[in-house]
């Protein structure tokens, strides 16, 4: 339905009824194909922020938004991809599944255990078992993550991207001896 005829069903009827002149109509049609035109706009902002619709001259647009790196002399398709796949890795930064796949990838082999899991609750459990006081490494750290990598620059950059704000990010190293 047309803005100009929506506006006036809208009206209250009085002002229906004492438009004898059909001014007030005459007014809604001249602003109503203004009004439609802007929600023909709005609607198509969804063509814009999907990385499957939007057009290729606003892709470079979009990968700015998403934080991925766009090559201009690139064909769009695997421009697309990359955008796709910077949106899922966004959604998953800061699991404790996407810094595990993450450091999979470099060949890690560790684990990676949830600090929250080990603290010991007074107001839940009067059993101590292998629960931690609270201290400061668990209660500055989400992911305590053992066995980092030869390289640990690299390593300790995936780890930071995974850290919660407000977090400290530690490591242990773990020796191993071959006896």
Known sequence: MRFSKRLMGLMPDVYAQCDTSGDLQTFFNVIGPTLDDLKACIDGITELVSPND??????????ALVGAEFDSTASPTPQRRKIQEAI?????????????????ALGWTGAIIETYHSVLRLNYSSTLNNRKLPGSKYNHGIYYITQPLKDNSEFYSIAENHQPAGTICWFEEVEISLS
Do not use: M, N, V
């Open 54 to 63: 939007c057009q290729p001259d606003f892709l470079s647009y979009l990968a």
């Open 88 to 104: 899922e890795r966004y959604r998953r930064t800061g699991t404790k599944s996407a810094l595990a796949r993450e450091l999979a």
